[in-house]
């Protein structure tokens, strides 16, 4: 029999041992049959229902085509569907079928309604914890350390943190792209992806981590393996899941992941405590305001920090490659923008405001290839009653379609257009309104951040980064898609909008001597 240390205890996130079955001995059957009945005796407790309102369409059931069949269809065709429900209803509320169940696509008029509601009412790391299977993976269980801290002092101390994420971003992309004196064709997903891991690293920890290659590897396996075993786990009926967690190797890959970051992070800490040297960087936040955690939580904490930042940050600057090689056109105009920007400088807070053109492509590429394409979801615990009536019952998934919500005319003219200055635009001609119309911004018109108190507090970060990643890019490379090859569609896997991460760009150096 194997043991590995691959579990997180609930309250402590302490590491502790859970046993992954290999081999069945004999002495484990006594185990094996006690799981079983166990789980078997949960299929007949009861489970919490959901209550469909009659009077609400649901979108992919027509005709003669059942909700089982619509539900299969969401699972790789989710953004037709949730597209074709937002336009049908205009603007009212709608369900969209998902393996799980009906979800309830609200507009916006209630998301104002239900953005103070604390979670007790309606639950937003519950959607979380349904999507990641939480319980077994810890992705949304619900913490409220890093959150404040992203809020208060990475957010406080961006001007001070801008020099080390501009010179990690600029050896990173040295050290991952081969000599490419000529064209040569490369997968700008993987590089791009362990360009942001390493430039987030140099946030978390300074270069012991954003240089320590088994680091970063764990940071960017993390978030894959955490979302192979929930979908593994999804595989089996819910009251079985919690025998067949041994079954599956993601998960162990995922505690995995957990006892690396315990050995890496926790020395770092002590050696901070020890030295006494202030750093401005998440490690040191977390020292400060642990309040009595474990270093061996807050090695954890990091792991989820790092799934939230790094996964977002990639896809979305894989697919602003993707539409730059597929509309060059905008490539001299953006290069222009920042070298006017940078001849006071490098990258700073500063330079970056004076980069309308490029925000703009930014939001409008956000626009067309959201992450997300069911935003500001909600788990209602009772029922919820709004202002005009309308009953959102008790156990129901909330969201908000979040491209369909983008490509609504009424909010923007010819919106399944993409114009990469349409924000730009928006700004010069009413400047009071010119942060609504920010990549940054969080508002009703656009849904990929979220919304209210729990919109992304580490967004401001993430545009930093994208940005100057870009930069570099584009002042010392030339991109362009293969001879033939157009822009990679986009993939989806129920609510996530993906990069095809087996696409190719070629690229070259400038300046070549």
């Not at 484990?28 to 789980?39: G, I, P, R, T």
Request: charged fraction near 25%; hydrophobic fraction near 40%.
């Amino acid at each position: 029999m194997v043991k590995r240390s691959f579990g997180i205890d609930e309250d402590t996130m302490d590491i502790e041992y859970y046993t992954f079955f290999k081999w069945l001995h004999v002495a484990d059957l006594y185990a094996f049959v006690a799981l079983f009945c166990s789980s078997i005796l949960r299929i007949f407790s009861g489970t919490k229902r959901q209550r469909i309102l009659p009077n609400v369409p649901i979108v992919g059931v027509i005709g003669g085509k059942k909700v089982g069949e619509a539900r299969s269809l969401f699972r790789h065709g989710s953004k037709d569907m949730l597209l074709t429900g937002y336009e049908q209803n205009n603007g009212k509320p709608f369900y969209v079928p998902t393996p799980r169940g009906e979800r309830l696509m609200i507009p916006p008029k209630y998301v104002e309604e239900l953005k103070n509601e604390p979670n007790e009412r309606a639950d937003f790391p519950a959607t979380f914890i349904e999507m990641f299977e939480g319980q077994y993976t810890t992705i949304g269980t619900e913490q409220t350390l890093h959150p404040r801290i992203i809020k208060n002092q990475l957010n406080q101390f961006m001007p001070s943190i801008f020099p080390e994420i501009d010179d990690e971003v600029q050896v990173a992309l040295l050290d991952l792209l081969p000599d490419c004196r000529d064209w040569t064709e490369v997968r700008m997903n993987d590089i791009l992806a362990r360009t942001v891991a390493r430039a987030s690293s140099r946030m978390f920890g300074g270069t012991k981590l954003s240089r320590h290659e088994e680091w970063t590897n764990t940071m960017i396996d993390f978030t894959t393996d955490s979302f192979l075993a929930a979908q593994r786990l999804k595989d089996y009926p819910a009251p079985l899941r919690p025998l067949a967690k041994y079954f599956v190797p993601e998960l162990a890959k995922v505690f995995e992941h957990f006892a690396l970051a315990q050995k890496l992070i926790v020395p770092l800490l002590t050696e901070r405590e020890q030295s006494k040297e202030a750093s401005a960087d998440l490690l040191q936040w977390m020292l400060e305001n642990a309040e009595g955690r474990a270093k061996s939580v807050l090695s954890a904490i990091n792991l989820h920090v790092a799934f939230a930042a790094i996964h977002t940050s990639a896809v979305a600057v894989t697919h602003i490659i993707y539409d730059l090689c597929a509309m060059p056109e905008y490539v001299q105009p953006l290069l222009e923008e920042m070298e006017a920007a940078l001849a006071e400088g490098r990258p700073s807070k500063k330079t970056l405001l004076k980069m309308s053109k490029l925000d703009s492509f930014m939001r409008e590429s956000q626009r067309f290839n959201p992450l997300l394409l069911i935003t500001y979801e909600r788990v209602a615990h009772e029922d919820l009653v709004m202002s005009d009536g309308f009953v959102i019952p008790v156990n129901t998934q909330v969201g908000v379609a979040a491209q369909a919500v983008g490509f609504n005319p009424q909010f923007y003219d010819d919106p399944l257009k993409f114009d990469g200055y349409r924000f730009h635009k928006l700004r010069e001609s009413d400047p009071q309104s010119a942060g609504q119309q920010q990549y940054t911004a969080a508002n009703l018109r656009n849904m990929s951040w979220g919304y209210g108190k729990h919109a992304c507090p580490g967004r401001w970060f993430a545009d930093a980064e994208i940005k100057v990643i870009l930069i570099h890019l584009l002042r010392n490379y030339e991109l362009r898609f293969p001879e033939g090859q157009s822009r990679p569609q986009s993939l989806q896997f129920e609510t996530q909008n993906l990069p095809d991460r087996e696409a190719t760009v070629l690229i070259r150096k400038k300046h070549v001597e």
